[in-house]
Nanobody, 128 residues
Framework: QVQFLESGGGSVQAGGSLRLSCAAS????????MGWFRQAPGKEREGVAS????????????SVKGRFTISQTISQDDATVTVLLQMNSLKPEDTGMYYC?????????????????WGQGTQVTVSS
């Protein structure tokens, strides 16, 4: 099992910024990736950004490239990994529930392919 602590969602006007944080602990030592996904009402959950365990591989969806930045820090005892998603130049279409996830295979880019665990989600609302 993995415990997630997500924070940072909120409401912002278009053009603004938010930073999401996800601290994961528990069964994290053999992860293959961590990622952020989002789901708008009536739409499927989609991958936003993902990062490999040591940060060597970072993948962004085309819709957020150049605006969002994913990064991570690992505690000294390797017990907790914190993944941040800095979101700049936000648009109304970025609105949705944002979920942190950990994956044990694959690259955390496709929600239906995730073999791992999901966080509880944090709401992001961007108004025009």
């Amino acid at each position: 099992q993995v415990q997630f602590l997500e924070s940072g969602g909120g409401s912002v006007q278009a053009g603004g910024s938010l930073r999401l944080s996800c601290a994961a602990s528990g069964h994290i030592w053999n992860r293959n990736c961590m990622g952020w996904f989002r789901q708008a009402p009536g739409k499927e959950r989609e991958g936003v950004a993902s990062i490999s365990p040591r940060g060597g591989t970072i993948i962004y969806s085309d819709s957020v490239k150049g605006r969002f930045t994913i990064s991570q820090t690992i505690s000294q005892d390797d017990a907790t990994v914190t993944v941040l998603l800095q979101m700049n130049s936000l648009k109304p279409e970025d609105t949705g529930m944002y979920y942190c996830a950990i994956g044990y295979i694959g690259d955390c880019t496709v929600a239906t392919d995730l073999k791992g665990y999901w966080g509880q989600g944090t709401q992001v609302t961007v108004s025009s």
